[in-house]
């Protein structure tokens, strides 16, 4: 079965934090994984896509096929990145992503 | 560019009513649509996506029915309102497989 798992519904750290937001998947073959982010009052939007490789707003995800994760990190947080994140993979027809239940962060100041 | 509209973007209905959420795409032609709902506390569920003109595909069952009249137009709809089909419905769009779904504004529907 095709399924991403985010295990925490709210995650809140302080400014300057490290943050991590966990996501595993499971899939048969090589999967091709998302972070989308939802910042209160803007559009559900792509933040990056493991294909990719790059780091977007400091925000970095690594595929680690071994453990099925693709946890997204930031070194240090900052207030402007509270907002809804979820985790998604691209479903084997290729027409359908599939998203996990949505991680919500909190940064305290 | 391309951009992608929903509407209304509130609604509030009585139990048992029907149901017509229009979603619509510019500047872009022969796109995939997507229709989901997120429900708090429940995520991000894909109801239907369509890959072109009258091609829908359903992912869960439940009261809800989609339909693509026109390239560019996503539909969803219902006959009979349940309370449970309170939510936040997101219309999506990509332009090919695998590709990045950029989404609309969304639609709050209320139940009463």
């Known amino acids: 079965a095709q399924r991403v798992t985010q295990p925490e519904k709210l995650l809140s750290v302080f400014k300057g934090a490290p943050v991590e937001l966990k996501c595993n998947y499971s899939y048969s073959g090589s999967p091709e994984l998302f972070w989308y982010v939802q910042y209160s009052r803007q559009r559900l939007q792509l933040l990056l896509r493991h294909i990719s490789r790059e780091s977007i707003k400091g925000f970095t995800a690594d595929l680690n096929k071994g453990e099925t994760s693709f946890h997204l990190k930031k070194p240090f947080a900052q207030e402007e990145d509270s907002a809804m994140y979820y985790c998604?993979?691209?479903?084997?027809?290729?027409?359908?992503?599939?998203f996990g239940s949505g991680t919500r962060l909190s940064i305290r100041p | 560019s391309q951009t992608i509209h929903q509407w209304p973007a509130t609604l509030v209905q009585p139990v048992g009513s029907p149901l017509s959420l229009e979603c619509t795409v510019e500047g872009t032609s022969n796109p995939n649509l997507y229709w989901y709902r997120q429900a708090a506390g429940r995520g991000l569920q894909l109801l239907f996506y369509s890959i072109g003109i009258d091609q829908i595909s359903s992912e869960v069952p439940q009261n809800l029915s989609a339909s693509r009249p026109q390239d560019r137009q996503f539909i969803l709809s219902s006959k009979k309102l349940l309370l449970s089909d309170s939510g936040f419905y997101l219309c999506?769009?990509?332009?090919?497989?695998?590709?990045?779904?950029?989404f609309g504004p969304g639609t709050r529907l209320t139940v009463l």
């Open positions: 998604a993979l691209l479903g084997s027809s290729a027409s359908k992503i599939i």
């Open positions: 999506a769009w990509n332009p090919g497989m695998g590709d990045t779904q950029y």
